[in-house]
């Protein structure tokens, strides 16, 4: 038992050390646990591996993937995004910091129409940051409420992070769609009172748009584009989302009917061409193939570890800890917040969540809200450097004059207001729990 521990802890710390010289995930995960499993039990203990594997992608619940991605590369492709802030612009410019108020409206838009941080944040630093510095933003606020809309589509349903906590937690999609609405409005209203306290404090900081270029379209024109630009995405949204959290359709259905809709969105704005469908289906499948080869090595990571009595090692590692239930939760806060800043949040769940699972669920741990507090959590990984990807991918379109520094400067204060919005789903559970109970999930 001891050697095979050993085993299992020198796999863990083999893992790391690969991804920090660069090998891929799939590749680390599937290495590792081949090495060691091979190791410690021979080829026996990879006998069940080909019955595992087919289980998994065989999964019924996968095709929603896709689909969703469909969805959100479509809505990106049909430049949605562009009409969008443009409006948002116009209804909110009038206000201290009111146009950071209007970026932050717009991550909860395209977080629950397309989900994708890199889209959402690469179109707001093309479209609103050169904007923002030459109306006198302070460029670090400016990044760092760019950053932060970007990352919101990984907690507003529906969220990629929700569909692979349902299936590592062994959850309802449905049910933990409804139990993130009211934590990803939370945090998003967090968000818009920072920045709006902001502007009264410092209002250098964030100056509002002059009268005089918000007078140029008229109310009837602004109307008429709301209706236009606006509506649609929310009646998509409502329609996919609706149909899970009500019960009607399972989350698979509702991709479809999400897919089908976003199609018919970039018909009405008559921006659909053959290309664009090329395009969209191509980088769907890129997507999805990478994550379901994540998936597969981590079939064979899991195997192995838990063959070894990985298991064991880490109900030992909570028995040392002190506080009971509550101290051993925000140890896997901890460990995930700290791993955020080195690896990327698919790997965080397929690795640290299955290794952790087990015991908290045995001190009687609501799975539904242990869910939400780590995808709360998990935004954070996309923020912290040194790899977190928002901040490259506002890098690489942001103007020469902003610098790194100036990125990660303006991330640090929406770092810190996802920690307490953590706080306050930790404190008060029903945040998370009230509208799954209502509907009856």
Known sequence: MADLSTLAILMVVAFFVLLMIGIPVAV????????????????????????????????????????????????????????????????????????GVGIILFGVLMGATTGIVGATVITLGLLTLPTLIRRGYDKSVACGAICASGTLGQIIPPSLILILLADIMQLSVGTLFAAAVIPGLLLSAVYIIYLLVLGMVKPELMPPIPVEERSRVSRSELARRFWKVVVPPIALVVAVLGSIVGGVAAPTEAASMGAVGSVLITLI?????????????????????????????????????????????????????????????????????????????????????????????????????????????????????????ALFYLKGVAPPEVTIKDIYKGVVPFILLQGITLVLVFLYPQLALWLPKLIGW
Do not use: C
């Not at 590792?32 to 080909?50: A, E, K, Q, T």
């Not at 993937?65 to 116009?90: C, N, Q, T, W, Y």
């Open 28 to 99: 680390s995960l599937a290495t590792v646990g081949f090495v060691f499993g091979y190791i410690g039990f021979g080829d026996s203990l990879f006998n069940l591996l080909p019955a595992r594997v087919y289980g998994v992608v065989a999964g019924y619940q996968w095709m929603s993937i896709p689909l969703f991605v469909f969805m959100g590369v479509m809505l990106e492709k049909s430049r949605l995004a562009d009409d969008l802030l443009d409006v948002m612009g116009h209804l909110a410019g009038g206000v201290r910091g009111g146009m």
């Open 269 to 389: 704005s008559g921006r659909f061409r053959l290309d664009v469908l090329k395009q969209v289906a191509l980088e769907t499948g890129k997507i999805t193939a990478v994550m379901m080869f994540i998936l597969i090595g981590a079939q064979v990571f899991a195997l192995a570890f838990r063959g070894l009595h990985g298991e064991d090692v880490i109900t030992r590692l909570f028995e040392w800890l002190p506080g009971g239930v509550n101290a051993d939760i925000w140890f896997m806060m901890a460990l995930i917040f700290v791993l955020g800043f080195f690896i990327e949040w698919i790997e965080i769940s397929y690795i640290a969540v299955p290794l952790f699972l087990p015991v908290l669920l045995a001190q009687g741990v609501d799975p539904v809200w242990l869910a939400i507090l780590i995808t709360v959590n998990l935004q954070s990984s996309f923020l912290t450097p040194p790899f977190g990807w």
